[in-house]
């Protein structure tokens, strides 16, 4: 077989000549219409090996297949940034003795150089690539399907990938975004303006009550009259599954209730799981025929293969390849839509929809499967909003209007840190793939969840970085006066600019983001404001920081507006304490 030459001059050698090649100017496309009928397609299923003359200290970022696994530091020594690796004794998506995968594309920095390589669709199959000897082999995930069957519904492509080089990584990932866009086109939410509002989870968990959404969108007005949506997170429903039955905490409804929101001139959103149900729901109980299997015929619970669920367990996983689970689906969201007023759906574990196992249409992968139950989902929503959550990743492609990248918040420095590093490793996909919610807002400590005022700090500058959702998890209530006022600040920054925040390199370290200048107006320039925003993280030393202009202008701090220290010749000087801290400094160059 002939090496693929991919158009930044990288060779690749096919690994199976019953596979048929095809490049298409980046793009790399695979066929195996041409393999024997009944053949299984292999969960690893090597497509290409690409070889790369690479150190083995070349910095490596890699993503996961579901939300919480990512990896950064080196191919000698990958870092897990996540908690919950795929490969973990809880998710167990493949061997933790196995060599380490990298799902959906994998980015290496050697030198002044970035390499990308990525799996551009995601229609039927979960593709990856691992790396040995200085070789990455690209593989997908064929759960055994059939191969007859599968070109029978779907034809005989598999997915498609590409290798980029360059020496800017935003250049390289808005190539990468637009092959995604091409292959998974946006939903419609991606280019409005993302949701500023307040989330009940992290202010009441799964007890939350009506009185408790009550009180808080009453705090909705003066200085945070700007926090429009209010979103009903997990505890309102009797059982998971049972999404259209109150908890004995609502027993007015969850309809009178959202119309109560709506009358206040705010925006309803709530939360679902839309792909699993607890034993004691009505679901389970009356249709044990929507489940998904094993290969004995008895039903699934998450457990027996994978992260079992956080609460109301076991988790039984509803089978989207039966088209009456679909109508199911789009009958539960179009109520919520059309009946009670829900304007944006928070859909969570939606992992669990890609679960192996046996389904109604026995050659339909996981990913298929839950592809389908997304659209029946997007079929009830119509217009209104989906936002993905515990999520897999690719499968998601063109079936979100936001994605979490990012961990659970905690008023914890550790997982302050963590979400920071998850969320900036992601925060190349807002407004190309999906608008981004880097999880909600907090500032204040609750029962049994506290930090320090400078750790508070560093989650607010991570949040300024991100443009993404904005969502206070806090009891509105309860806000101090250092709390209203960083909500009020990146409320501010969202209504002038909400794309992401530009890092120089993959540390992370130091941000920018420009925001437009009304004075422009009367000179005709096109001014802009840059803010700056420079990170440590666990582990590293205290430093300076030494920011610099190339025109004359003010340094001040964001948050405060004070004037900041200038260093020499107008450069400023931002000084970082050693492990987590951080710094947001603007540059308002001089008007003539």
């Not at 690539?129 to 064929?142: H, K, P, S, V, W």
């Not at 059982?239 to 705010?266: A, C, E, N, Y």
Request: aromatic share 10%; proline share 5%.
């Amino acid at each position: 077989m002939q090496p693929v030459v991919f158009p930044c001059g990288i060779p690749a050698m096919p690994l199976s000549s019953a596979l048929q090649y095809s490049l298409t100017e980046n793009e790399l496309s695979v066929d195996f219409s041409s393999l024997a009928p009944f053949t299984p397609v292999s969960a690893q299923l090597p497509l290409l090996q690409i070889p790369l003359s690479l150190d083995s200290n070349a910095q490596v970022i890699g993503d996961g297949f579901q939300m919480l696994a990512q990896t950064a530091g080196t191919f000698k020594h990958p870092i897990d940034i996540g908690r919950c690796p795929d490969n973990n004794a809880s998710y167990r998506i493949y061997a933790l003795d196995a060599p380490k995968r990298y799902y959906n594309y994998v980015v290496i920095g050697n030198a002044d150089t970035f390499t990308l390589l990525g799996f551009t669709s995601c229609h039927r199959f979960a593709g990856y690539f691992e790396f040995l000897n200085g070789t990455m082999t690209a593989f997908i995930d064929g759960e055994h399907t059939d191969i007859l069957q599968q070109c029978h519904c779907e034809g005989g492509a598999l997915e498609r990938l590409v290798v980029l080089t360059g020496s800017d990584i935003n250049a390289l990932y808005q190539q990468f975004s637009a092959l995604l866009i091409k292959n998974h086109p946006q939903r419609a939410g991606v280019s409005q303006p993302a949701p500023i509002g307040w989330c009940s989870w992290y202010a009441y968990y799964a007890g939350v009550s009506a009185a408790n959404i009550q009180q808080n969108v009453d705090e909705m007005q003066g200085a945070l009259e700007d926090l429009e949506w209010v979103l009903l997170d997990d505890g309102y429903q009797a059982f998971m599954g049972d999404w259209l039955t109150p908890s004995d905490r609502f027993v007015g409804g969850i309809k009178s209730l959202i119309q109560d929101i709506k009358g206040k001139g705010k925006k309803p959103a709530i939360w679902m799981a839309p792909f699993i149900a607890q034993p004691e729901s009505q679901l389970f109980k009356e249709h044990p025929e929507w489940f998904v299997k094993t290969a004995q015929g008895d039903l699934l619970k998450a457990e027996d293969i994978t992260y079992g669920g956080w609460r109301c367990t076991p988790w039984y996983i509803l089978d989207t390849s039966h088209p009456d689970v679909c109508a199911h689906l789009t009958h539960v969201v179009r109520t919520m839509r059309e009946e009670w007023g829900v304007e944006l759906f928070k859909l969570d574990a939606n992992y669990w929809g890609t679960l192996k196992g046996v389904r109604h249409q026995v050659a339909m992968t996981g990913v298929q499967a839950y592809r389908l139950g997304m659209e029946a989902i997007s079929d009830g929503a119509g217009e209104a909003w989906l936002l993905g959550c515990n999520a897999p990743m690719w499968p998601s492609l063109g079936l979100v209007d936001a994605m979490r990248v990012s961990d659970d918040v905690e008023r914890q420095p550790h997982r302050f840190s963590q979400i920071a590093k998850e969320t900036f490793l992601r925060s190349w996909q807002h407004q190309r793939l999906w608008q981004i919610d880097p999880d909600c807002a907090t500032f204040i400590s609750i029962e049994g969840q506290g930090t320090s005022a400078d750790n508070y700090q560093f989650h607010r500058d991570v949040l300024l970085a991100c443009g993404g959702l904005l969502l206070s998890g806090d009891p509105l209530y309860h806000l101090d006066d250092f709390a209203r006022h960083s909500l009020t600040r990146l409320i501010a920054r969202q209504h002038r600019q909400q794309a992401a925040a530009v890092f120089e390199n993959l540390s992370y370290r130091h941000a920018t983001i420009d925001l437009d200048m009304n004075a422009g107006i009367h000179t005709g320039a096109k001014l802009k404001e840059t803010v700056h925003i420079v990170f440590n993280f666990h582990g590293d030393a205290a430093r300076e920081v030494i920011l610099t202009s190339s025109v004359d202008g003010q340094w001040v701090d964001y948050w405060t507006g004070e004037p900041a220290a200038v260093h020499d010749k107008g450069k400023c000087l931002v000084s970082l304490s050693e492990g987590l801290s951080s710094r947001a400094v603007v540059f308002k160059p001089r008007v003539i």
